[in-house]
Nanobody, 127 residues
């Protein structure tokens, strides 16, 4: 059973930073693709950043240059470094995972590419 547990969310002022973590268990971590998604109240869940098993990454345009996705295969942990935060970055951040075969078949930044999800961690940015 795959389990994903996020941590690291919090409340910060605009311009601040946070580091989110996602601890994974129950599967062969290094051979799979993972991503971070976020959902603001009343909005659809959107892809923020993804990382392939070969460590290649992709980002939604609104976070390029500010957010960095990374992973540590030995620790089975996915990270998202959030810098220069803006109020519009506020939302619940979710960790997602799936086989790379599944993710590579389409757009890695859409939620249907992933079949495993964590419970989320809240990020709130005030102006």
């Amino acid at each position: 059973q795959v389990q994903l547990v996020e941590s690291g969310g919090g409340s910060v002022q605009a311009g601040g930073s946070l580091r989110l973590s996602c601890a994974a268990s129950g599967w062969t971590y290094s051979n799979n693709c993972m991503g971070w998604f976020r959902q603001a109240p009343g909005k659809e869940r959107e892809g923020v950043a993804t990382i392939d098993s070969d460590f290649s990454t992709s980002y939604v345009d609104s976070v390029k240059g500010r957010f960095t996705i990374s992973k540590d295969n030995a620790k089975k942990t996915l990270y998202l470094q959030l810098n220069s935060l803006k109020p519009e970055d506020t939302g619940m951040y979710y960790c997602a995972a799936a086989s790379c075969r599944r993710v590579r078949a389409g757009n890695p930044l859409i939620k249907s590419a992933y079949n495993y999800w964590g419970q989320g961690t809240q990020v709130t940015v005030s102006s």
